[in-house]
């Protein structure tokens, strides 16, 4: 059974630029979850969806964004990348909403902003 | 507010030398607490979630416990592959903001 993809692996963009970053959850689950880690302040809820809808936003400004299409197929987005914006991007699925349902991790997006 | 505290924040041990991983927390209405592993340039891997005050659960080398305010993940005769960084997180009330982490336990377990 295939696991959460994420794509691309690793990505080095220009402070300002945007950066667009994908995520196939496991065939079945309907819940996407991103979460961004950094050394610091280790892994911060972005958001998560579910059957299209945003359903939880974490503290966040609005330069991130994302959405999730009828297939669960997510993508998140970060206009004006700002040096602080470097981190692992991780993606994570669900079945489900309920936190009954386990969370499963992709292996990430590298962003580095320079 | 949310908060899990991980400790301590590093551990290196002996192989076979067993050990507990400390994570306390607080939280409104506690919905889940998960345990997972990560190891270098790698996503978090799932290994324990957690419901209710004295309920453990068991895989391998691992025992994860739990009480109202804290769980511990007990290490039982670590091997050099079980060197990781163990993640707590937990999930409150109705769900809303997603899993709240600690900051980690990067675990060393020396042949």
């Known amino acids: 059974k295939a696991g959460v993809t994420q794509t691309p692996r690793y990505l080095i963009k220009t402070r300002g630029q945007q950066v667009t970053l994908s995520c196939s959850p496991i065939s079945g689950h309907r819940s996407v979850s991103w979460y961004q880690q950094t050394p610091g302040q280790g892994l911060q809820f972005l958001f998560e969806?579910?059957?299209?809808?945003?359903?939880n936003k974490g503290n966040f400004p609005g330069r991130f964004s994302g959405r999730q299409f009828s297939n669960s197929r997510s993508e998140m987005n970060v206009s004006t990348l700002e040096l602080g914006d470097s981190a692992l991007y991780l993606c994570?699925?669900?079945?489900?909403?309920?936190?009954?349902?386990?969370?499963?991790f992709g292996s990430g997006t590298r962003l580095t902003v320079v | 507010e949310d908060q899990v505290t991980q400790s301590p924040e590093a551990l290196r041990l002996q192989e076979g030398e067993s050990s507990s991983l400390n994570c306390s927390y607080t939280?409104?209405?506690?919905?889940?607490l998960f345990w997972y592993r990560q190891d270098p340039g790698k996503g978090p891997e799932f290994l324990f979630t957690?419901?209710?005050a004295g309920e453990e659960k068991e895989k391998e080398r691992l025992k994860a416990t739990l009480t109202k305010k804290e769980s511990f993940l007990h290490i039982t005769a670590p091997k050099p592959e079980d060197s990781a960084t163990y993640l707590c997180a937990v999930r409150s009330g109705g769900g809303a903001d997603g899993l709240t982490f600690g900051k980690g336990t990067h675990l060393i377990i020396q042949p």
């Open positions: 969806y579910f059957s299209e809808t945003q359903r």
């Open positions: 957690l419901y209710s």
């Open positions: 939280v409104s209405g506690l919905r889940g």
């Open positions: 994570a699925s669900s079945y489900g909403q309920s936190s009954t349902y386990g969370y499963t």
